[in-house]
Structure formats: structure tokens, C-alpha cells
């Protein structure tokens, strides 16, 4: 049996497993417990980790590092609100990114992590007697490539070999042993600490395919802790004329507190919230005493908006995944949150039918990372995993139109060839932009990557083959080729990760394209009528200067229908209308100059072939942006 491991790196807990027997199982820590606090506190030079971290935070509230997980491989600007809430500080680091400020030490959340992710390998290792050094480590589904690489750093930092990072919600349902059994499709619902997931999954005869993904990446079980603060703290100020909130101590005490009651209601119906010496009254200097009754349903209250925002993510899932609530087969519930009654019955509801509990939510996640380590490692066998492109991929065509090549949700691996061409004659290089999203317009969309292909022999616009290649391989890298067919030559570029970006960037992404769609049908129509116009143009053009014979007065008509439509191609305000009208007009001119200047064709067929010859040599370099097209 191989020492690779499973480790769920959490918000708020991590669990550290392993395969043994065959079968995944947690392993314990230092305390004999089988979930760690994702807390990480310096005390009198003392670095403390995990439940003992977590005991003294109340006394230690600035020393105190928590829901890390939020900052991994985020840039400052990303996370105001974290910053806002920490009762840590939190300072821009010259890279853009955060550090943590405890003394005078600045900590980066990679180190945090690694810090975390190093007492669960150090705890696992004395009580297996082995040196651990694998590990696969699991993410949020929608964790972009940032974060999963600040995740490898820190597994790294920890001095673990990273085999792979997995999508939460996969490691669920591989936990759940789903692929044992005949086609299904799941929902997972991963309500955890600081992150909500929805994904549904295709499962059957060992094969996991990832249909859809959706969420918040800022709506976890902590935001219910806050509600409850935010509810003390106004009843509190109304009483006594303190803001307990401006108190980092304080806070830090709420906080806790809040949990502890979040957590006896989803057994109780009432619990009460202690908090002595809380504060002292402004007046007589008098110590204060917070002691409140919260019940069920005040709660239920509470988090009731919190609530309503699990239910959009759900509806997208499916809808994406194209199918009904009836559809789903199975649904399984992970993270600490699901134990809220509450959250369990918008489940139940929206679903119509019982989650499937006998997991435990908080373990279900790390068991199945084990069994991806099992699987990396040659332990289990017989298991394929799938994803789906979150956004839809393609290229940058002429007049800024992004056509797309994979749509979104496509299941990956998956490869795709369309020919396209150039747009201007003896064009000799294209420019291939990449880009990801579900505008009509190639600037709206996320700009992945450009690359040229060069060298291609002049011809007349419209004639290069150039066949352009999108290939995504299982683990969501991009390869991109452009062949031009006459001559075989090739570029290409790879993308990392383009299966994974940020909850939030897809919905922003997909919301707009809803928004804009009129908008965007108008671009494309407007796009498609000035291409049609300027290749016209282009045709007439190297027609009337081919044809020598043409006198200046059968010249004359062409030449200003051209430069007209010129005019007209250069200006961003011309409407879709006009562009056909000019097309017309200048089939109708170049009708009527070929008609009058018929007998000098043959002639004309030989001097194209000496001005392409001509032209060639001073066009070499001249690549154009997105100046090719689909072909035919
Ligand atoms: P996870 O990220 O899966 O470790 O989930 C942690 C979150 O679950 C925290 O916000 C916990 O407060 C919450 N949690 C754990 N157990 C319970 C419970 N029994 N009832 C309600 N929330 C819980």
C-alpha cells in the first residue's frame, strides 16, 4: 500500500485520509480527533495549529488566522469584503496579492496552509509510523487556476509531493462509491464553511463525468455565524450604546459563540448565548454582559436570506446539465452546513426528494481524495474522471466576432477542428486569438492567449485553408493549433485550467452574455454585413486593377463604389443596413464594369497572376489582427 493520501484542505476543517484495506478512512490528529480546525495562531513566538489554535483565538484575536481558504491566490482587490470581515489584519502585498500581518511578520495564505496542511501529515505519520510525502489535495470545483496553484504551493511548501488537485464535489461522489453502481446522475449540494457548490455529476460504470457546476464562493456556514453577530451586536448597541463589532476581542468572542448556538440548533430548538464581560459600559465603566436567547425559528429568520441564495445555483446546475429536478437520482449532501435543518429541507424541497446523509458530510470529501490517491497510485482501479468546459472556447474572426468552437458545458477531453481563412489577398500571416466566454463581441470575452501563424503562401483572400484545432485534455489543459493545409506548416499554444475558473467570473460571464444578447445579435448582424461588404470590396479592387485594358470612364463608377464601401468599413457607426445596400451596389458596378470590359478577360487572368507574384514579397510580415474568417 502506497503513503499517498487524501487531504480535504477546508475553510474552516481539514481531514487527512488514506486507502487501508482497500477501503478510504480518516486519520486522526494529534488531539485523537478526526476533523483539524483550518486555524493557524502566533502566541509569545509560539506557533500553534489546528483545535489548540482555535481555543485561544479569543484571547489572541489579531494572532489568530482563520477561513485562509478565502484567500488563497487571490489578488487584494478580490477580497474586500474577507479583509473587511477578518478580525486579523490583512495587507496588499507588492505582488497584488494579501498578506496576513501578525507582529511584524508579513505570512503569505500559502504559508498558512502549508502550515495546516503540515501538522495533518506530521499527526498521520506518527500514527501510520511512515513519512507521508503524496498527497492529492481537493478545491472548490470553481477554484481558478490562481488558487489551485497557490494550493500546490502550499502543499509544496509543506514538503508534499501534490499528485493532483480535485474538484470537491468528484471526491464526494467517489466517496459515495456512486461509480459501483448503474448510470446515475447526482447532485452534490457541498455547503461547507465558506464556499457552496452545486454540482451534478453523471455516474455510471466507473466513469464520473462532471455535467455541470455552480455556486457561491461567498456563502458558507461562517456567513450564518455572522448573521447571529450582526443580530447581537445591533440588540447590543440598542441596549447599551456599544458597538461590539469595533472590538476585535469581542468580535472574535461572537463569533465563536454564534457557531456554538448555530450548531445546538440543528439539534435543539432553543439554545442560550453566553458572553460575560463582554464590555464595559461607557457611563459607570461598569462591565457589560451579553446573554440572549436564540430559538430555531429566530434563526431560520436570520439566515433566511442567506438561505434563498442556495436556491439559484441549484436551479443553474440542472439547467445546465439540461435536466429537471426529477431527473436527479441522488443527492448527495457535503460540508458542516448541511446539518442545519433548514438547509437540508431547501434541499428536500427544491429536489423533491431525502438527501442522502450516511456519509459524514465532513469527511465525505477527504475519503474521496483517498481514493484518488488510491487510483494515482495504482490501488483502485476501473475510475475515469470527466469535467465540463465552464465557459464556451473560440477564436477571434474578423470584425472582432468571437465564433465559437466548444460550447460551454462540453465535457472534456474533447477536440475540435474548423477550417477558416483569410480575409485580406496575400495575407501571409494570421493572428489566432483565444478566448473563453459567451459574448457575440471577442472584446467582452476573457482573452486567454494569441499566437501567429506565419508563412503562409499568398494567395487570393478566401483561399488559405487554415484549420484550426481545440484540444482539452482531461485535466482542462488547452491545446490550440492552427495548420495551414497547402503548406502543413503550424502554430500552436497551450492553455492551463481552462476547466476551472472562479464561480463567481462564470455567472458574471454567462449573466452578461443574458443581458447583452440582443446587443450582441446586432454586432454579429452588423459584423457579418461589413465583412460581406469589405470582401466585396476587396474583389472589385483587384479586379478593376487587373484589368488594364479598362479605360478611366469604365474605371470610374467601380473605383467610387469602392471607395465608398472603404469609407464606410472604416467607420464603427454604419448600420447593417447600409453595409448591404453598398454591397449591392458594388455587385451591380462590378457587374456592369465586367460586362464592358469582357473581351480583355483572358488578359486579365494572366496579370492576376503576375500581381500576386508582385505583391507577395512586400506583404511578408504582414500579419493581420483577426483578419481571417470561417471558411465557406
Ligand atoms: P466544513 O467546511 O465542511 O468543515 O463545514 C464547516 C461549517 O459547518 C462551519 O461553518 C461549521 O460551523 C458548520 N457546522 C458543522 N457542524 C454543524 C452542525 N451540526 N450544524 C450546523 N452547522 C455545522
Same mark, same amino acid.
Given at each position: 500500500m502506497g503513503n499517498a493520501v487524501g487531504i480535504d484542505? &477546508? /475553510?474552516?476543517n481539514s481531514v487527512i485520509a488514506r486507502m487501508e484495506g482497500g477501503e478510504p478512512t480518516v486519520l486522526v490528529n494529534g488531539e485523537g480527533a478526526r476533523t483539524t480546525p483550518s486555524v493557524v495562531a502566533f502566541k509569545d513566538d509560539q506557533r500553534l495549529v489546528g483545535q489548540v489554535a482555535k481555543r485561544q483565538a479569543v484571547l489572541n484575536a489579531q494572532g489568530t488566522l482563520f477561513e485562509i481558504k478565502r484567500f488563497m491566490g487571490r489578488t487584494w482587490e478580490e477580497v474586500a469584503s474577507e479583509v473587511e470581515r477578518a478580525p486579523y489584519e490583512v495587507v496588499k502585498a507588492d505582488d497584488g496579492g494579501v498578506r496576513f500581518k501578525v507582529g511584524d511578520d508579513l505570512h503569505s495564505p500559502e504559508e498558512i496552509s502549508a502550515m495546516i496542511l503540515r501538522k495533518l501529515v506530521a499527526d498521520a505519520s506518527d500514527q501510520l509510523g511512515e513519512k507521508i510525502t503524496e498527497a492529492v489535495i481537493t478545491v472548490p470545483a470553481y477554484f481558478n487556476n490562481a488558487q489551485r496553484e497557490a494550493t500546490q504551493n502550499a502543499g509544496k511548501i509543506a +514538503?508534499?509531493? !501534490?499528485l493532483r488537485i480535485v474538484n470537491e464535489p468528484t471526491a464526494a461522489a467517489l466517496a459515495y462509491g456512486l461509480?459501483?453502481? &448503474?448510470?446515475e446522475t447526482v447532485l452534490v449540494f457541498d455547503f461547507g464553511g465558506g464556499t457552496f457548490d452545486v454540482s451534478v455529476l453523471e455516474v455510471g460504470e466507473g466513469v464520473f463525468e462532471v455535467r455541470s457546476t455552480h455556486g457561491d464562493t461567498?456563502?458558507?456556514g461562517s456567513d450564518f455565524d455572522y448573521a447571529i453577530v450582526d443580530w447581537l451586536a445591533e440588540d447590543f448597541q440598542k441596549e447599551? &450604546?456599544?458597538?461590539?463589532?469595533?472590538d476585535k476581542q469581542a468580535l472574535q468572542r461572537m463569533i465563536e459563540a454564534a457557531e456554538k448556538a448555530k450548531i445546538e440548533l440543528s439539534g435543539l430548538p432553543e439554545t442560550t448565548i453566553s458572553l460575560p464581560?463582554?464590555?464595559?459600559? %461607557?457611563? *459607570?465603566n461598569a462591565p457589560l454582559y451579553l446573554e440572549k436567547k436564540l430559538t430555531r425559528s429566530t434563526f431560520e429568520d436570520l439566515i433566511a436570506p442567506l438561505l434563498k441564495r442556495l436556491r439559484k445555483p441549484v436551479e443553474d446546475a440542472l439547467s445546465d446539465a439540461d435536466i =429537471?429536478? +426529477?431527473?436527479?437520482d441522488e443527492v448527495i449532501l457535503v460540508g458542516g452546513? /448541511?446539518? !442545519?435543518p433548514a438547509v437540508k429541507d431547501v434541499v428536500q424541497e427544491m429536489l423533491g426528494k431525502a438527501p442522502n446523509q450516511s456519509v459524514n458530510p465532513d469527511e465525505v470529501v477527504a475519503l474521496g481524495a483517498a481514493i484518488q490517491a488510491g487510483v494515482l497510485k495504482g490501488d483502485v482501479e476501473d475510475i475515469v474522471l470527466l469535467d465540463v468546459t465552464p465557459l464556451s472556447l473560440g477564436v477571434e474572426t474578423k470584425g472582432g466576432v468571437f465564433t465559437t468552437l466548444i460550447e460551454r458545458?462540453? /465535457?472534456? %477531453?474533447v477536440r475540435k477542428t474548423e477550417t477558416f481563412t483569410t =480575409?485580406?489577398?496575400?495575407?501571409t500571416g494570421v493572428e489566432v486569438h483565444v478566448l473563453q466566454g459567451e459574448?457575440?463581441? =471577442?472584446?467582452e470575452n476573457k482573452s486567454l492567449g494569441k499566437f501567429k501563424l506565419e508563412e503562409? @503562401? %499568398?494567395? @487570393?483572400? +478566401?483561399m488559405p485553408q487554415i484549420e484550426i484545432t481545440y484540444d482539452i485534455d482531461a485535466n482542462g489543459v488547452l491545446n490550440v493549433s492552427a495548420r495551414e493545409? *497547402?503548406?502543413?506548416k503550424e502554430a500552436s499554444i497551450t492553455i492551463q485550467n481552462?476547466?476551472?475558473?472562479?464561480e463567481d467570473e462564470v455567472e458574471r460571464m454567462v449573466q452578461d452574455a443574458e443581458r447583452h444578447a440582443d446587443e450582441d445579435a446586432k454586432f454579429r448582424e452588423v459584423a457579418e454585413a461589413r465583412n460581406a461588404a469589405d470582401s466585396m470590396r476587396t474583389q472589385a479592387q483587384k479586379i478593376l486593377d487587373e484589368t488594364? *485594358?479598362? /479605360?478611366d470612364d469604365q474605371k470610374q463608377p467601380l473605383q467610387e463604389a469602392i471607395d465608398e464601401t472603404a469609407k464606410a468599413v472604416d467607420? @464603427?457607426? !454604419?448600420?447593417k443596413d447600409r453595409y448591404e445596400e453598398l454591397t449591392q451596389a458594388l455587385a451591380e458596378a462590378l457587374q456592369t464594369f465586367q460586362a464592358a470590359t469582357a473581351p480583355a478577360e483572358d488578359e486579365a487572368e494572366t496579370a492576376d497572376a503576375e500581381a500576386t507574384e508582385a505583391t507577395s514579397e512586400g506583404d511578408e510580415d504582414d500579419v493581420v489582427d483577426a483578419d481571417f474568417k470561417p471558411a465557406g
Open positions: 484542505l &477546508g /475553510t474552516t +514538503g508534499l509531493e !501534490v461509480d459501483k453502481k &448503474g448510470s461567498h456563502l458558507g447599551y &450604546g456599544v458597538d461590539l463589532k469595533k464581560f463582554i464590555a464595559m459600559d %461607557p457611563g *459607570s =429537471a429536478k +426529477g431527473d436527479v452546513s /448541511t446539518r !442545519v458545458n462540453t /465535457t472534456v %477531453p =480575409a485580406d489577398a496575400n495575407q459574448r457575440s463581441m =471577442a472584446r503562409i @503562401p %499568398p494567395m @487570393p483572400a +478566401g493545409k *497547402s503548406t502543413g481552462t476547466t476551472t475558473l472562479a488594364e *485594358s479598362a /479605360t467607420d @464603427p457607426n !454604419v448600420e
